[in-house]
Structures are given as structure tokens and as C-alpha cells.
């Protein structure tokens, strides 16, 4: 069983950057696909993004297309979420998460394996 943990959550200015790591152990890490999602006050957790096992395979939910980028490091054990030109609407506990093998979906009732969270708030 894979344990996630993720980190690099802060404040930050609308139009700034930040990067989120998720640290995994536990498990056989590059047989793994990897997805971020987050949860904004009062809102349900959604979708942002997930990357394939191998890394050659992301996709994006429509709010952080081209802004948001997913990565992956398998000599690290850790994936990585950069996020540039944030927004307020940004804001949000941003959760990284893990399933076995290839899962080509943002539907978070297929991965398994949930971090605690990291907060990201975003200032005007």
C-alpha cells in the first residue's frame, strides 16, 4: 500500500507560481498513475490533472490547461505539480492521489490512495 504526502502549499499573489510535490512510499511508485486534485471552501474535491505511470501521458481539467503542469520524478518516488499564473479561484486544498497501473481518468473514485492535502491560497 502506497503512502502519499504532499507538500509546497503556501500564499501566494494572483499571477505567482508555485510548485507541490507529493512523496510516495510504500509501494512500487512507477507502476502507478498519479492524479492532483482539489478542493476549494465549501466545495466539493474536483479533478485539476493526472500523469501515466511512465509519464508520457497527462491530461488536465479545463480550468488549469495551460497553466498547470504535472511531472513525475520515479527516482525520486514524487510527482510534482506546477502551477503558474494563479488565480484566486485557485484556492484550494490541493490533494495528490494514487492507483495501480494504467487509469486514464479524473474520475477520483478510481484512485485508492489519498495525501493529506496541502493548502494553496491564492491573494489579490
Known amino acids: 500500500q502506497v503512502q502519499l504526502v504532499e507538500s509546497g502549499g503556501g500564499l501566494v499573489q494572483a499571477g505567482g507560481s508555485l510548485r507541490l510535490s507529493c512523496a510516495a512510499s510504500?509501494?512500487?511508485?512507477?507502476?502507478?498513475?498519479m492524479g492532483w486534485f482539489r478542493q476549494a471552501p465549501g466545495k466539493g474535491r474536483v479533478f485539476v490533472g493526472y500523469?501515466?505511470?511512465?509519464?508520457?501521458?497527462?491530461n488536465y481539467a479545463d480550468s488549469v490547461k495551460g497553466r498547470f503542469t504535472i511531472s513525475r520524478d520515479n527516482a525520486k518516488n514524487t510527482v510534482y505539480l506546477q502551477m503558474n499564473s494563479l488565480k484566486l479561484e485557485d484556492t484550494a486544498v490541493y490533494y495528490c492521489?494514487?492507483?495501480?497501473?494504467?487509469?486514464?481518468?479524473?474520475?477520483?473514485?478510481?484512485?485508492?490512495?489519498w495525501g493529506q492535502g496541502t493548502q494553496v491560497t491564492v491573494s489579490s
Open positions: 492521489a494514487a492507483t495501480r497501473g494504467p487509469y486514464y481518468s479524473g474520475n477520483q473514485d478510481g484512485y485508492p490512495y
Open positions: 510504500g509501494g512500487t511508485f512507477d507502476s502507478y498513475t
Open positions: 500523469i501515466s505511470w511512465t509519464g508520457s501521458s497527462t
